[in-house]
Every structure is written in C-alpha cells, then in structure tokens.
C-alpha cells in the first residue's frame, strides 16, 4: 500500500493522456445530422443508379472525361476480419465505363495466371498534354505477400487497353488501399495494417491510434531500375490524393493529413544528392496541417469542379456494421463532404458542429439519411457537373446529373448579424466569418 498514493498522479497523466488521443479523432457519435437539403441528396430525376447487375459490393470510382474507372469486390463479406478472405474466393474486377454513351462496361482482364486481385482504389493520369492515353493504377491488396500495384494504358479513341507494368510487393507496397500518380511514373501509395484487417495488431492500431499503416513512394522512370521506399507512417491511411504540391492521406482514425511535397530541380547532380540527402528527387515533409473530419474519412479525390477535396464517410460504424454482417440486407447511410479551404472562414453545415470552430470546414455534398436511395456511400467524385458513387454495401454506381451546390457567400460586414442570426435555418450552406462568430 505505500506505493498507492504515488500511482493516483500516474493514473491521472494516463487518463489525460488518452483523454487528449481520443479528442484529436472524429467526433463521429456526437455529430449531428445535416440538413436534407435537396441540392446535396438524392433527389429522383435527378440522380439514379445505373448498372446495379455489374457495379456490386463496390470500393472506389474515377472519373475522367466521358469514361468512369471502377473497382469492385463482391466477395470482400466473405473475407475473415483475422485471416483475409477464404480460400477459393473468386477475385473482384476493375471496369472501364463510358458512362455517357452508358455502354456496356469493360472488365479490365488481367490475365489469367494473374492470381489473387483484391481491387481497392484506382487512379488515373493522362501521360500527355493531348489526353490520348490514360495510365490507370490498379492497387490490388492481395494476401500472403501477393499485394501489388497493376498499370495499365487506356486509349479512349480505339478502347483498346494494354498492360504496362506490374509493381509487386516490397517496401512500397504492403497492403495497398490507395494510390495516387504524381506523374505518369511516379506513384505514392497508402498501406492499411491488412485491409481489411487481416491481423490482430489492427485492432491495436484502432484502439490506440499507433501509426501501423505506411505511405510508399515508387519511382519507375527507369524500369529497370526502380525506386521504392517507405516515406511516412500513418494510422489506418484509407484514402491518398495529390493536388498541386500537396500530398492528402484520408487517416480513418484522425481526419485529413496535408503534406508539403518538394521536388528538386532536374539539374541537380547525382553528386549533390549525395552529399545532401534533403536535395533528393523528392523530399517528403511530416504532415503539416491536419483537418479534422466529422465522420470516418474514406477515399479522397479532388474535384476540379468545385476546386476542393472531396471525401465520402462512415458517419455510423453501427449502420455499416449492420449493413455489412445482416443477412435482412440492413441500409447504412451516405454521406460526402467538401473541404473549404479559404483562411478564416466556418461553414455552416449542422454536422460540423460538433467540431471545433477552427475545424468546421466541411460542407455537405451528398447525404442520404437512411441509405434507402444509396447505402453507405464509400468513395464519391464531382466531376462534369455530376456526382459519381460506389458502395461496398449497395449495387450500381449512383449518378446525380448536377452538382447542386449553391454558390459560396461570403457575408458583407454590415449583413453579417443578420446572417448569423438566421444560420441554424440556412438553405444556401453560406459560409461565415470565424472570428464573428
């Protein structure tokens, strides 16, 4: 008993200490309810669901031109929560769909010695100025060491489509989820601890929020030589984007990590790299700026339209679980946010408040309450004046034919009051002035 009193302090910077963990993740079970405003949900007429007899139990989807990349998984319920999938589950698919012409969709064929394909997310980038050809990345989080990076060309001129290269598992690739180009050959990936959840230590890394998952970096210009490395740690990395000089890793414990990315001149020699490491071809700064999410961050994708990230949620963990494990085919709600990204400013969307005022940056751009139109929402994109989704609990790919966004108000001093007074009842998302508020 003489050491009791001692452990009273202990226990208490414990407490504090995991206390002060728990605050810096997603409110979640404490956020509330947006509005249904018509122009973010579904709205018949508006938005419908198109081949739900090929787009089923599906991961993630791109958008670019006339032409949709999609990645699905049917069999993804039939995976273990500690060992993976069963032996003997068939492998998922990745689509090309014109999605204008709503042709009939292409399954990307891999060949048939390819093995295990896990698809998640995928990714393209046109490899020239003309945009004949787009290189699409395939991240395939095949078990037992078989995960692996798949590349391919797509000519949208002739539909034709070639395998380019294979990057196979090492210390880039771990358990990818995502994957984002930064040129036509250079790639970063997010590895999560065995998606989905192949391991006990996942359920530590959830728990405790320890950085168990990597962010890779491969480099291969010269394929015969290729550069792979491990550049950063991060817990449970779901969704990875990169726009302008910002990488963007979608941690669905913590919210949206923003990294500064500086790629060093082509002149700079192979001597001076050598004698400075920091001048290497990329250098890779810890997270920077985080922003904080009021739900579950997924995939990440940034719209050129709305100049903005925009990431679907689980704002329900119990709604996905239900909807996932229930054999009455249980909904799960949807639910996409924008981030807003102008200095001083908090959006009024009532489910951000349940977040700090520094943190309110998200603006609502699809919510459907009880999944009964499209159930859990896991990765959207605004792209050509549509909304595109995919499931991983409902069939087809969601389509909504506008935007819906009204436009972004900044209030004028002298209306700024009144403006905050009618807030709560806002129909326009308007944004207001943090320190007026």
Same mark, same amino acid.
């Given at each position: 008993?003489?050491?009791?009193?001692?452990?009273?302090?202990?226990?208490?910077?414990?407490?504090?200490?995991?206390?002060?963990?728990?605050?810096?993740? +997603?409110?979640?079970?404490?956020?509330?309810?947006? &509005?249904?405003? #018509?122009?973010?949900?579904?709205? $018949?007429?508006?938005?419908?669901?198109?081949?739900?007899?090929?787009?089923?139990?599906? &991961?993630?989807?791109?958008?670019?031109?006339?032409?949709?990349?999609?990645?699905?998984? +049917?069999?993804?319920?039939?995976?273990?929560?500690?060992?993976?999938?069963?032996?003997?589950? $068939?492998?998922?698919?990745?689509?090309?769909?014109?999605?204008?012409?709503?042709?009939?969709?292409?399954?990307?064929?891999?060949?048939?010695?390819?093995?295990?394909?896990?698809?998640?997310?995928?990714?393209?980038?046109?490899?020239?100025?003309?945009? *004949?050809?787009?290189?699409?990345?395939?991240?395939?989080?095949?078990?037992?060491?078989?995960?692996?990076? &798949?590349?391919?060309?797509?000519?949208?001129?002739?539909?034709?489509?070639?395998?380019?290269?294979?990057? $196979?598992?090492?210390?880039?690739?771990?358990?990818?989820?995502?994957?984002?180009?930064?040129?036509?050959?250079?790639?970063? /990936?997010?590895?999560?601890?065995?998606?989905?959840?192949?391991?006990?230590?996942?359920?530590?890394?959830?728990?405790?929020?320890?950085?168990?998952? /990597?962010?890779?970096? !491969? %480099?291969?210009?010269?394929?015969?030589?290729?550069?792979?490395?491990?550049?950063?740690?991060?817990?449970?990395?779901?969704?990875?984007?990169?726009?302008?000089?910002?990488?963007?890793?979608?941690?669905?414990?913590?919210?949206?990590?923003?990294?500064?990315?500086?790629? #060093?001149?082509?002149?700079? /020699?192979? =001597?001076?790299?050598?004698?400075?490491?920091?001048?290497?071809?990329?250098?890779?700064?810890?997270?920077?700026?985080?922003?904080?999410?009021?739900?579950?961050?997924?995939?990440?994708?940034?719209? /050129? =339209?709305? %100049?903005?990230?925009?990431?679907?949620?689980?704002?329900?963990?119990?709604?996905?679980?239900?909807?996932?494990?229930?054999?009455?085919?249980?909904?799960?709600?949807?639910?996409?946010?924008?981030?807003?990204?102008?200095?001083?400013?908090?959006?009024?969307?009532?489910?951000?408040?349940?977040?700090?005022?520094?943190?309110?940056?998200?603006? *609502?751009?699809?919510?459907?309450?009880?999944?009964?139109?499209?159930?859990?929402?896991?990765?959207?994109?605004?792209?050509?004046?549509?909304?595109?989704?995919?499931?991983?609990?409902?069939?087809?790919?969601?389509?909504?034919?506008?935007?819906? !966004?009204?436009?972004?108000?900044?209030?004028?001093?002298?209306?700024?009051?009144?403006?905050?007074?009618?807030?709560?009842?806002?129909?326009?998302?308007?944004?207001?002035?943090?320190? &007026?508020?």
């Amino acid at each position: 008993m003489i050491f009791g009193p001692a452990l009273y302090p202990m226990l208490w910077v414990l407490a504090k200490t995991l206390w002060s963990e728990y605050q810096k993740r +997603p409110p979640l079970w404490f956020s509330y309810e947006p &509005e249904p405003f #018509p122009e973010v949900s579904y709205v $018949p007429g508006v938005c419908d669901v198109y081949r739900p007899d090929v787009f089923t139990g599906c &991961e993630d989807i791109k958008v670019y031109g006339d032409y949709a990349i999609v990645s699905c998984d +049917p069999y993804k319920k039939q995976s273990n929560f500690l060992t993976g999938y069963k032996a003997g589950t $068939p492998s998922g698919a990745v689509y090309i769909w014109n999605y204008v012409a709503d042709s009939e969709p292409v399954q990307i064929e891999f060949g048939d010695d390819f093995g295990e394909l896990r698809p998640q997310g995928v990714r393209g980038i046109f490899t020239n100025e003309h945009e *004949t050809t787009l290189r699409i990345f395939v991240t395939n989080a095949a078990g037992k060491g078989n995960a692996s990076v &798949e590349v391919f060309d797509f000519t949208p001129s002739t539909g034709k489509i070639d395998r380019f290269l294979s990057l $196979p598992h090492g210390k880039a690739i771990l358990d990818p989820v995502s994957v984002v180009p930064i040129s036509a050959t250079q790639v970063f /990936t997010a590895n999560t601890l065995g998606y989905p959840y192949r391991g006990v230590l996942s359920y530590l890394e959830a728990l405790s929020g320890m950085p168990f998952g /990597t962010i890779g970096y !491969l %480099d291969f210009t010269n394929v015969s030589n290729i550069t792979e490395k491990s550049v950063g740690a991060s817990t449970t990395p779901i969704g990875i984007e990169y726009h302008g000089d910002k990488l963007y890793v979608a941690s669905a414990q913590y919210g949206i990590y923003s990294y500064q990315l500086y790629i #060093p001149p082509d002149d700079i /020699t192979d =001597e001076q790299v050598a004698e400075n490491k920091s001048l290497g071809r990329m250098h890779f700064y810890p997270g920077e700026e985080i922003f904080r999410t009021p739900y579950l961050p997924l995939h990440l994708s940034y719209s /050129t =339209e709305l %100049d903005g990230l925009v990431s679907a949620g689980a704002n329900s963990v119990l709604g996905q679980v239900l909807s996932w494990l229930s054999s009455k085919k249980r909904k799960a709600a949807s639910w996409a946010g924008l981030l807003v990204q102008l200095g001083d400013l908090v959006v009024a969307d009532s489910v951000t408040s349940a977040l700090k005022d520094k943190d309110r940056k998200w603006q *609502t751009v699809f919510w459907d309450k009880t999944g009964d139109k499209f159930s859990g929402l896991n990765s959207l994109v605004v792209e050509n004046g549509r909304r595109f989704g995919v499931s991983l609990h409902d069939q087809g790919v969601l389509i909504c034919n506008t935007n819906g !966004l009204e436009e972004v108000i900044v209030p004028e001093q002298e209306d700024l009051e009144q403006e905050i007074d009618k807030k709560n009842n806002d129909k326009l998302e308007h944004l207001y002035l943090k320190s &007026e508020l």
